[in-house]
């Protein structure tokens, strides 16, 4: 079997697509669990929570902006 996520983006099947997304959604989930595990260290740091939160906020749009492109696509 190849591997989807080596494949070139224009060599790709839809089912292809599909699972490089999903694997890009996975890699996006444990990123959020990383990033909320330093965000409840407190770290006394205003900048450090206020950056941390705004990669919590990026890094969740961007797994939402994959998993609607994954939903929309048609095999």
Do not use: C, G
Not at 49 to 57: C, H, K
Request: net charge positive; no cysteine.
């Amino acid at each position: 079997m190849r591997s989807a996520i080596l494949q070139l983006p224009d060599a790709r099947t839809a089912s292809e697509r599909k699972q490089v997304l999903r694997a890009a959604i996975r890699q996006l989930e444990r990123a959020e669990i990383y990033l909320a595990a330093v965000a409840y260290m407190e770290l006394d740091d205003r900048d450090v929570q206020r950056t941390v939160n705004r990669l919590r906020s990026e890094v969740d749009a961007l797994r939402s902006h994959l998993a609607n492109e994954r939903s929309e696509i048609r095999e």
